[in-house]
T-cell receptor, first 115, second 112 residues
Framework: EAGVAQSPRYKIIEKRQSVAFWCNPISGHATLYWYQQILGQGPKLLIQFQNNGVVDDSQLPKDRFSAERLKGVDSTLKIQPAKLEDSAVYLC?????????????FGDGTRLSIL | EDKVVQSPLSLVVHEGDTVTLNCSYEVTNFRSLLWYKQEKKAPTFLFMLTSSGIEKKSGRLSSILDKKELSSILNITATQTGDSAIYLCALPYSNSGYALNFGKGTSLLVTP
């Protein structure tokens, strides 16, 4: 089965610019997660979707970050305006069935550098 | 507040050595503990430990959950250079579906 697809792989922007990342989960996976991984840290949850609804966005900096999963399949994460501290790898993950304890499958991530 | 602490943060060993990585946790609602391996790209799933499955083994890797001590260990025997990676421990947040709370990871370097 195809894995979680993310694009772009790398992005370099200047601070105060905007940027968007795209994620296509494994086919049929109902739950989708976005994580932020700063160098030297473990991934940190930004937002969790179940189908096209938000389950948890308590750690999403909503003044600058937004995310959507309109048709319950692929998802976009946007940052506007970007700050230096947003330099990180943005990981997307998915899991098959909602409400069931099961491993998440991760994409390769988008590495974002802010100049 | 849920916490996940991994130790050591980094480790250098020679090929053939055996290593033990540690993960301790504090959660109000334990459901599972997961280990992932991260090389340059995506974290890849290794093991999931639960109250009904406290030991897992796959080849040279094995993991044990100690619910009394609120900890888990990941053992790698006869290490190879291909085992060089960051090993991440994670638990589902107590109050948030099954989104994962990760530790900082242990960076393992296996030298020839």
């Amino acid at each position: 089965e195809a894995g979680v697809a993310q694009s772009p792989r790398y992005k370099i922007i200047e601070k105060r610019q905007s940027v968007a990342f795209w994620c296509n989960p494994i086919s049929g996976h109902a739950t989708l997660y976005w994580y932020q991984q700063i160098l030297g840290q473990g991934p940190k949850l930004l937002i969790q979707f179940q189908n096209n609804g938000v389950v948890d966005d308590s750690q999403l900096p909503k003044d600058r970050f937004s995310a959507e999963r309109l048709k319950g399949v692929d998802s976009t994460l946007k940052i506007q305006p970007a700050k230096l501290e947003d330099s990180a790898v943005y990981l997307c993950a998915s899991s098959p069935r909602p409400g069931v304890n099961q491993p998440q499958h991760f994409g390769d991530g988008t590495r974002l550098s802010i100049l | 507040e849920d916490k996940v602490v991994q130790s050591p943060l980094s480790l250098v060993v020679h090929e053939g050595d055996t290593v033990t990585l540690n993960c301790s946790y504090e959660v109000t609602n334990f459901r599972s503990l997961l280990w992932y391996k991260q090389e340059k790209k995506a974290p890849t799933f290794l093991f999931m430990l639960t109250s009904s499955g406290i030991e897992k083994k796959s080849g040279r890797l094995s993991s044990i959950l100690d619910k009394k001590e609120l900890s888990s260990i990941l053992n790698i025997t006869a290490t190879q250079t291909g085992d060089s990676a960051i090993y991440l421990c994670a638990l589902p947040y107590s109050n948030s579906g099954y989104a994962l709370n990760f530790g900082k990871g242990t960076s393992l370097l296996v030298t020839p």
